[in-house]
C-alpha cells in the first residue's frame, strides 16, 4: 500500500518558520492535502491540491510540492500553530495520510 | 454551513458490533462522498473507507473489508459505520468528514466532532 513519510517532530521558535515535508512514491503525480489536529479536536483541512487554502485559513499556511516530496510551510509561528499535521493523498480508490508530525512552540 | 454530527460514545465487549452515525447538514448530501476515518489513542488517522451519497457505492481499505459497513439514508442526509467482531484494538475516535470536490473524493472536509469507541471486556 501507499505510504506517506512525515518528520514526526519539528520545533520553531514563535515568529520563526516551521517546514513539515512528505515524501512518498511519485507523490507528484498525486493531489496533497494537509490537514491541522489540534489535541482533543477533530483535524482540519488547511491546504489542498498541494497549494490551495480554505477559506478562513490564514495565508501564513502555503504548501509545495518538488519531486517526490511535498511541504507545508507555516510562516510567522504562532503559538495556536501547535498541532499535529498530516498529509493525505487520494491513490486510486482509496484515501491515505501521512505519518503525523507534531509542530511544537518553543 | 456545513456540519457534521455524529452519535455518542459506545462502550462494547469484544466480539461485539458497533454502528456510528453521521447526520449532516447545509450541503446537497448526494453530491459528495462521505469518508470514515479513526484514531487510535495517541496514534495517527487511519482512512476506513467512503460511500457515495449519489448511489451508495463504497470502498474500503483493506484491513477493513469484511468487518465494515457504510450505509446511509438520503432522507435524513445521515451515514453510518457499522464495524463488527470488535477486538481491543479497535478502541478509537471514530470520524466522519464530508470528502470533496463534489462527485470526486479528494480532501475531507469539514469533519465531525468524533465518537469514541472503546472495546473492552
Known amino acids: 500500500s501507499y505510504v506517506l513519510t512525515q518528520p514526526p517532530s519539528v520545533s520553531v521558535a514563535p515568529g520563526n518558520t516551521a517546514t513539515i515535508t512528505c515524501g512518498g512514491n511519485n507523490i507528484g503525480s498525486n493531489s496533497v492535502h494537509w490537514y491541522q489536529q489540534k489535541p482533543g479536536q477533530a483535524p482540519v483541512l488547511v491546504i489542498y491540491y498541494d497549494r490551495d487554502r480554505p477559506s478562513g485559513i490564514p495565508d501564513r499556511f502555503s504548501g509545495s510540492k518538488s519531486g517526490d516530496t511535498a511541504t507545508l510551510t507555516i510562516r510567522w509561528v504562532e503559538a495556536g500553530d501547535e498541532a499535529d499535521y498530516y498529509c493525505q493523498v487520494r491513490d486510486g480508490d482509496s484515501g491515505v495520510f501521512g505519518t503525523g508530525t507534531k509542530v511544537t512552540v518553543l | 454551513q456545513v456540519q457534521l454530527v455524529q452519535s455518542g460514545t459506545e462502550v462494547k465487549v469484544p466480539g461485539a458490533s458497533v454502528k456510528v452515525s453521521c447526520k449532516t447538514s447545509g450541503y446537497s448530501f448526494t453530491s459528495y462522498f462521505l469518508t470514515w476515518v479513526r484514531q487510535a489513542p495517541g496514534q495517527g488517522l487511519e482512512w476506513m473507507g467512503w460511500i457515495s451519497g449519489y448511489n451508495g457505492n463504497t470502498d474500503y481499505e483493506q484491513k477493513f473489508r469484511g468487518r465494515v459497513t457504510l450505509t446511509m439514508d438520503t432522507s435524513t442526509s445521515t451515514a453510518y459505520m457499522e464495524l463488527t467482531n470488535l477486538r481491543s484494538d479497535d478502541t478509537a475516535v471514530y470520524y466522519c468528514?464530508?470528502?470533496?470536490?463534489?462527485?470526486?473524493?479528494?480532501?475531507?472536509?469539514?469533519w465531525g466532532q468524533g465518537t469514541q469507541v472503546t472495546v473492552s471486556s
Open positions: 468528514a464530508r470528502a470533496g470536490p463534489s462527485f470526486n473524493p479528494n480532501w475531507f472536509a469539514p
